[in-house]
């Protein structure tokens, strides 16, 4: 345990943003479980929205810095290849 009080801040800081990290990628990871769901049930309207909000958690995730940028593009575009398969 560190002795240094800005060291004892800096470890509680980074505890909370840790959770706060993990908060969108558990979102992310819910939602691409909803994403499948909806397409595997045939549901386009469920299926539209639910890649909405996938789409906007992830952006949100990267501007904030919980995902790193290509790893957001390549959340996206894994959620636009599930989406497209509700079509056929």
Known sequence: MANIHSQKKRILRAERERLENRRYTSAIRTYFRRLGA???????????????????TIDKAVKRGALHRN??????????????????
């Open 38 to 56: 909806a397409v595997a049930g045939g549901d386009e309207a469920s299926a539209d929205a639910e890649h909405r909000v996938l789409v906007s």
């Open 71 to 88: 790893t957001g593009a390549r959340k996206k575009s894994l959620a636009a290849r599930v989406r497209a398969g509700a079509g056929s």
